[in-house]
């Protein structure tokens, strides 16, 4: 069965870094596009950063630009986003996401003093 495990999260101050992982298995890693989206208290699910399955372009949300990046490695299945200079506002549950259709269990990340 399909499963995305995510890890790297945790508690981090502001202007901090982390780097989020997500080992995929059970479908076509190398096909698939990926994501990471996030989910703030109250707030809705958004999207925060995508990456082609193909040729790899990326899309990342105009809140997290300059700031965060996405990329994968094919031959390990993960995908990782690289999060740098975190804002208190980044505090949420990061999702990895596979094909727009697959979740992980998510991830927790905090930014605070």
């Known amino acids: 069965q399909v499963q995305l495990v995510e890890s790297g999260g945790g508690l981090v101050q502001p202007g901090g870094s982390l780097r989020l992982s997500c080992a995929a298995s059970?479908?076509?890693?190398?096909?698939?596009?990926m994501a990471w989206f996030r989910q703030a208290p109250g707030k809705e699910r958004e999207l925060v950063a995508s990456?082609?399955?193909?040729?790899?372009?990326?899309i990342h949300a105009d809140s997290v630009k300059g700031r965060f990046t996405i990329s994968r490695d094919n031959a390990k299945k993960t995908v990782y986003l690289q999060m740098n200079s975190l804002k208190s506002e980044d505090t949420a549950v990061y999702y990895c996401?596979?094909?727009?259709?697959?979740w992980g269990q998510g991830i927790q990340v905090t930014v605070s003093s």
């Open positions: 990456i082609a399955a193909v040729g790899g372009s990326t």
């Open positions: 996401n596979a094909r727009r259709f697959f």
């Open positions: 059970g479908f076509t890693f190398s096909t698939s596009s």
